[in-house]
């Protein structure tokens, strides 16, 4: 998407959207969010929008920071306790390895 072309309220809009949607447990349109509004935000000389575009950003940063902590976070704990925690483990396992390592 070429956001050079686009008129900075739609730009805000765009960007609070994709903010906003990554509530719904879509982390990776927070780093989208980042990605595409990071130049906007903070390389771009000064405009009304920008403000708050940059909030955005901000906030979109953390959130996929937050967001990937927490994964990580979670594999690692599975990956290590998945034979110490028996049948739950397996239970809540896609694909059930066989054996012990």
């Not at 049948?87 to 066989?98: G, K, Q, R, Y």
Request: with cysteine.
């Amino acid at each position: 998407m070429d956001i050079t072309r686009v008129p900075n309220e739609r730009k805000l809009y765009l960007c609070k959207w994709y903010f906003k949607a990554g509530f719904a447990l879509l982390p990776f349109l927070w780093s989208i969010n980042t990605i595409w509004f990071f130049n906007e935000a903070f390389r771009k000389p000064a405009y009304d929008e920008q403000k708050e575009i940059k909030k955005y950003v901000v906030f979109s940063l953390v959130g996929t920071l937050v967001w990937l902590v927490a994964i990580i976070s979670w594999v690692v704990t599975f990956q290590m306790k998945r034979t110490d925690w028996g049948e739950f483990a397996d239970n809540i396992s896609f694909l059930v390895p066989l054996g012990r390592a």
